[in-house]
């Protein structure tokens, strides 16, 4: 049997590239998957970075974002957004330590590179990311934390968040970053941590269980060290009929 021919370096395009900024909520705190891509030859530094990459000659953008995320973390079965394109001629040489690694990874390290951004909400525990390929280590990361990435990483990071907090008020994406059955706290604490600002309980929670989205499950949580909260899980059948009435705003 004929398999396909191994992809090799010479067939990368030295001028587009991929990043993925992933996003997981751990209950209390939003996280970003991040890799640190130093330990290179001849370069020892730390360099936490977004998963990314160059693309392939021969693969689509949609197609080089899974791959890439897969060579890097090992994570894969995802559902992967754009948000868009970033091509500031200096983006990947402005840093010392970024022109440094360049120069040690890849064949054109004066090449200016475009590169296409995508983002992702995912369950945490589902995932345990791997580091492989030029990965020194893969790992969540508190956003709260990050003040600075390789690149223009942290300008991605920092537009993927400004698009989560804008469809979160419209749509509930939020909802992919719990778990299957969540406490109105729980939720209530997501929608704190992706806006970024303190929401008042009470009027959250009417909000929330006025649109009718939201199934009580009669469940109460199991081996809390508090009293247990009411269990519950997104409605998917109502939010659809509340979509085709034309609403498209939370209020948050």
């Known amino acids: 049997m004929n398999s396909e021919p191994k992809k090799t370096k010479k067939e990368l395009n030295p001028n587009v590239s991929v990043?993925?900024?992933?996003?997981?909520?751990?209950?209390?705190?939003?996280?970003?998957?991040?890799?640190?891509?130093?330990?290179?030859?001849?370069?020892?530094?730390?360099?936490?970075?977004?998963?990314?990459?160059?693309i392939f000659d021969t693969e689509n953008l949609d197609e080089a974002a899974r791959r890439v995320l897969k060579e890097l973390t090992g994570?894969?079965?995802i559902y992967l957004e754009q948000i868009g394109a970033f091509g500031d001629p200096n983006r990947i040489g402005k840093k010392e330590s970024d022109r440094k690694w360049l120069e040690s990874i890849r064949a054109q390290p004066?090449?200016?590179?475009?590169?296409?951004?995508?983002y992702s909400l995912v369950k945490m525990p589902n995932f345990n990311p791997k580091a492989s390929s030029f990965a020194k280590s893969a790992g969540w990361a508190p956003i709260t934390e990050i003040n600075d990435l390789a690149f223009d990483h942290y300008e991605i990071l920092e537009s993927a968040l400004e698009q989560l907090k804008r469809k979160i008020k419209i749509q509930p994406i939020g909802f992919n970053l719990l778990p299957e059955k969540f406490t109105l706290s729980q939720l209530h604490k997501l929608y704190e941590c992706i806006l970024g600002k303190d929401l008042d309980k009470r009027n959250f929670r009417r909000k929330i269980l006025n649109?009718?989205?939201?199934?009580?499950?009669?469940?109460?949580?199991?081996?809390?060290?508090?009293?247990?909260?009411?269990?519950?899980?997104?409605?998917?059948?109502?939010?659809?009929?509340?979509?085709?009435?034309?609403?498209?705003?939370?209020?948050?």
Not at 22 to 34: A, H, K, M, P, T
């Open 19 to 54: 990043d993925c900024v992933i996003f997981g909520f751990d209950l209390n705190q939003l996280y970003v998957l991040l890799i640190d891509s130093g330990n290179t030859e001849g370069y020892q530094q730390s360099r936490m970075a977004v998963p990314g990459d160059l």
């Open 75 to 77: 994570i894969e079965n």
């Open 110 to 118: 004066e090449a200016r590179v475009i590169t296409v951004a995508y």
């Open 211 to 252: 649109l009718d989205i939201l199934t009580n499950l009669e469940e109460k949580q199991i081996g809390v060290p508090h009293k247990p909260s009411q269990l519950f899980k997104f409605n998917e059948e109502n939010y659809e009929k509340l979509s085709l009435e034309g609403f498209d705003n939370f209020g948050f």
